[in-house]
Every structure is written in C-alpha cells, then in structure tokens.
C-alpha cells in the first residue's frame, strides 16, 4: 500500500514538465517590484484552474493567495510562500530562455530585468506544489495558504510593498496559519537542502545620504561648495565602519548607487548614496545606523557641507527556531536524503519572509541548484571541475538548473501534509 509520501511524489513527478515551463516563461518574461502584473496572472490563472477553495488577488500591489482547506478534519494551517519580482540586472546566464527586457519606465531606469536572484524558480515550484496539493486535497487533514508575494526585492522608496504590506492588509488573516514556510534557491550542490538554526538571514535596510552644498560653474569651485569630496570621504569610512562593531557577528554597509546633480562642466547642489546596511545579529542594527549617521553629518560638515540620513524599508533577520528545525530535519532528509541535509554558515543576505515567519512561526532555508562541490573543512561551496560554476544571487550570470525543481515541489508538498497532520510541530 503506497504512502500519502509516495502519492505526494507521484504527482510532482508529474507536474514536473509543466514547473520547467512555467520558470522559462516567467525567467523570460521578468518584472521588477510592484510592477509583476503579468506574473500574478499567470499564477492566478493556474490557481483557479485548480478550483482552489478561494483566491484572492491585488494584494499589497500584485500579490496573490490560494486557499486550500483539506478533505480531513485539521485546525493546522500552513502558508507556503514564494516571491515574484525580479532584479534591475542584465541576464547574462546563457540560457536560450534568457531575459531581454528592459522596464523603460520604472523609477530610476530604464533597468534590464532578469530573474537573477531565482524567484522564477520560487514562483514556479509553488504552482506545482499548489497542483500537487490539490489533487492530494481530500488527504489533507487541514488547510494550505499558496502566498505568492510581490516586491520581496524591495519596492520603489516612494511605493510600499513586500511581506509587510501583505500583512497590512490582512492577506493571511482568515485563517491564519500556525506555520510559515519557503526557501530560497542559492548556489550550494543541486537537490541540497541548507538550513541553520538562528539567523539564516541578517537584519537588512535600505540607506538614503543626501549631501548638499552649493551648485556652481566647475571653472570657479571657490563660488560654490562642492558635495563630491564629502561623498568621496563618506565612501571611503563606511567601508571601515564594520570593524568599529564585532568581529565575530558580521555587518556590512555597502553603497551601491550614487546620484549626482550636476553635469561635466557644473558642480552639483547634491549628492546622494543609496545603499544597504546588513546585520547578521539584529541587536546591532541600531548601532550601525549611528554610526553611519554620524560619519556622514560629520563628514560633511568637515567640507562645509550638510548631510541628512535616512534609513528604509528595514527587513527583520530571518531567523530558524531550534524546535522548529528539530521538528523539520526529518522531513527534509526524506525529501533530499540524509546526505544532502546540511547546516549552512549565516549570510549578510537579507528576505521579507522574516515578516511572515517572525508572525505566525516556521522556517525558511535554501535549496541548491548549481554545479557545486561542498568544502568539508569550511562548509561552503565550491566550483564542480568541469561545471558551469558557482554565480551568486543577483549576478547576471547566476544560474539554476531546472533538475532540481521538482525537489523544491516536494519539499512544499512533504512540509505541508507533515504540519497539517502534526509531525513538523515544535515541541
């Protein structure tokens, strides 16, 4: 007699083709935070195709949620989440499905789009798992939420969006779930499944330095004040500002984007950095603020300059309880195998599905799918001779291979049917 496990399978075997098709279409076809107009119908098509319970739509923008109540009796509800935006990045991994867009209006474009970071992956494995957990409904003792959120990226500074806005708005409220899930593709060996107990994810924001002085003609500086030399100044220290917090919880600030008002021949009334700040350890979020703060009012006041700071979108860490994994572990190893489980080191990177785990409790851990070896001394992947190599996420050439999707479909499916019949619980 085949097991609900082998029945689960089963179907995401089937599926399988289909979750291919849908991340060549979406990796094809990207769009950038609060602009996914296309992605959410697509998702929303296929939702209702599955004659789910309830689908609900415009969600925080573009987000969409399927309701699926189980066949059995069951109070457990777990939400199972996936993001759907993609990245202001040209598409540079050699794909024949490659991204050619280029978003013309989005703010501070126009931008090449591309799914650099995987969530055509995350989008397209949750429509199988949806598929998978439809057909296997009247075994489900319980209720499965299909979060199909947009912005995880970040929306445009003058625009809300992402988890929070979800939860703002009430998404996940009718019925609330006693357990938030999802992973994230990364660069480790394809079908691992990593996970960490603690902080898998830092505390991450976004950070906006406006340093103003005095427009004037570049043939006569001594008119004018010139914000460039304070800007230059305020990159250089904050590349020293982490050794000023510990050496053994990580952070960084990095300044990715820098905006001048001015032209070759014209010294600019401002300057403004655009950048991020990432904790891995919460508590020294604060700290690190200050003292980017202080580093650049005073740094611009040393060049007769002003500066003000400004600190958004901030992201709590994503962190995995230890009852929560516990109860988890053996659920993953059946879905990957023993060998394929393995503790991963924390990461300065950040995701807004901390909003949704930090609420209602769950997990959130990665799943590899690269050409990638493990280095047994340190943990962390390395290049397979002879393999297409090992691409961050957010680089252009970042890859996935598509193998590998039909374990992120089982590992959604398992995860489910274990929590609604109460064998991934905490104790």
Same mark, same amino acid.
């Given at each position: 007699?085949?097991?609900?496990?082998?029945?689960?399978?089963?179907?995401?075997?089937?599926?399988?083709?289909?979750?291919?098709?849908?991340?060549?279409? @979406?990796?094809?076809?990207?769009?950038?935070?609060?602009?996914?107009?296309?992605?959410?119908?697509?998702?929303?098509?296929?939702?209702?195709?599955?004659?789910?319970?309830?689908?609900?739509?415009?969600?925080?923008?573009?987000?969409?949620?399927?309701?699926?109540?189980?066949? $059995?009796?069951?109070?457990?509800?777990?939400?199972?989440?996936?993001?759907?935006?993609?990245?202001?990045?040209?598409?540079?991994?050699?794909?024949?499905?490659?991204?050619?867009?280029?978003?013309?209006?989005?703010?501070?474009?126009?931008?090449?789009?591309?799914?650099?970071?995987?969530?055509?992956?995350?989008?397209?494995?949750?429509?199988?798992?949806?598929?998978?957990?439809?057909?296997?409904?009247?075994?489900?003792?319980?209720?499965?939420? #299909?979060? #199909? $959120?947009?912005?995880?990226?970040?929306?445009?500074?003058?625009?809300?969006?992402?988890?929070?806005?979800?939860?703002?708005?009430?998404?996940?409220?009718?019925?609330?779930?006693?357990?938030?899930?999802?992973?994230?593709?990364?660069?480790?060996?394809?079908?691992?499944?990593?996970?960490? *107990?603690?902080?898998?994810?830092?505390?991450?924001?976004?950070?906006?330095?406006?340093?103003?002085?005095?427009?004037?003609?570049?043939?006569?500086?001594?008119?004018?004040?010139?914000?460039?030399?304070?800007?230059?100044?305020?990159?250089?220290?904050?590349?020293?500002?982490?050794?000023?917090?510990?050496? #053994?919880?990580?952070?960084?600030?990095?300044?990715?984007?820098?905006?001048?008002?001015?032209?070759?021949?014209?010294?600019?009334?401002?300057?403004? @950095?655009?950048?991020?700040?990432?904790?891995?350890?919460?508590?020294?979020?604060?700290?690190? $603020?200050?003292?980017?703060?202080?580093?650049?009012?005073?740094?611009?006041?040393?060049?007769?300059?002003?500066?003000? *700071?400004?600190?958004?979108?901030?992201?709590?860490?994503?962190?995995?309880?230890?009852?929560?994994?516990?109860?988890?572990?053996?659920? #993953?190893?059946?879905?990957?195998?023993?060998?394929?489980?393995?503790?991963?080191?924390?990461?300065?990177?950040?995701?807004?599905?901390?909003?949704?785990?930090?609420?209602?409790?769950?997990?959130?851990?990665?799943?590899?799918?690269?050409?990638?070896?493990?280095?047994?001394?340190?943990?962390?992947?390395?290049?397979?001779?002879?393999?297409?190599? @090992?691409?961050?996420?957010?680089?252009?050439?970042?890859?996935?291979?598509?193998?590998?999707?039909?374990?992120?479909?089982?590992?959604?499916?398992?995860?489910?049917?274990?929590?609604?019949?109460?064998?991934?619980?905490?104790?």
């Amino acid at each position: 007699m085949s097991s609900i496990y082998d029945d689960l399978d089963t179907r995401a075997s089937a599926v399988a083709r289909q979750v291919v098709q849908w991340r060549h279409h @979406l990796h094809e076809h990207p769009e950038l935070s609060n602009r996914e107009v296309n992605t959410a119908a697509l998702i929303t098509d296929h939702l209702k195709s599955l004659s789910l319970d309830e689908v609900r739509t415009d969600i925080a923008g573009h987000g969409v949620v399927g309701v699926l109540r189980g066949g $059995q009796p069951g109070e457990r509800v777990i939400a199972l989440r996936a993001d759907i935006d993609a990245l202001p990045v040209p598409d540079l991994c050699g794909v024949p499905f490659a991204s050619h867009v280029v978003d013309q209006k989005y703010p501070g474009g126009p931008f090449p789009v591309s799914h650099a970071c995987g969530h055509d992956c995350h989008t397209a494995m949750l429509m199988g798992a949806a598929d998978v957990l439809a057909g296997a409904r009247e075994n489900l003792p319980g209720t499965v939420l #299909f979060v #199909f $959120q947009p912005a995880e990226e970040g929306p445009p500074v003058d625009e809300k969006g992402g988890a929070s806005a979800m939860l703002a708005e009430g998404a996940l409220d009718h019925p609330a779930p006693t357990m938030a899930f999802g992973f994230h593709v990364v660069p480790l060996p394809k079908g691992y499944i990593g996970y960490r *107990v603690g902080n898998q994810f830092g505390a991450s924001c976004l950070v906006k330095i406006t340093i103003t002085g005095q427009q004037v003609h570049g043939s006569t500086p001594w008119m004018g004040i010139d914000p460039m030399p304070p800007a230059g100044a305020i990159l250089t220290g904050i590349g020293q500002i982490y050794r000023q917090i510990s050496a #053994f919880d990580p952070v960084t600030v990095s300044i990715g984007h820098v905006e001048d008002v001015g032209r070759f021949n014209i010294i600019g009334q401002t300057v403004t @950095l655009w950048g991020t700040v990432r904790c891995t350890v919460e508590s020294d979020m604060g700290e690190v $603020q200050q003292r980017v703060r202080t580093l650049a009012v005073n740094t611009a006041q040393a060049y007769n300059c002003s500066a003000t *700071v400004e600190f958004l979108q901030d992201v709590p860490a994503v962190h995995n309880g230890q009852g929560w994994m516990d109860a988890a572990l053996p659920t #993953f190893r059946r879905v990957a195998g023993d060998d394929k489980v393995v503790p991963t080191p924390p990461t300065l990177g950040y995701d807004d599905v901390s909003e949704f785990v930090n609420k209602y409790g769950g997990l959130y851990v990665t799943l590899g799918v690269q050409d990638v070896n493990i280095d047994v001394a340190t943990g962390m992947p390395l290049p397979t001779p002879g393999g297409r190599g @090992l691409f961050m996420n957010h680089n252009p050439h970042f890859y996935a291979d598509d193998d590998t999707l039909v374990t992120g479909v089982r590992l959604h499916a398992h995860v489910a049917y274990d929590h609604l019949s109460g064998a991934l619980v905490p104790k």
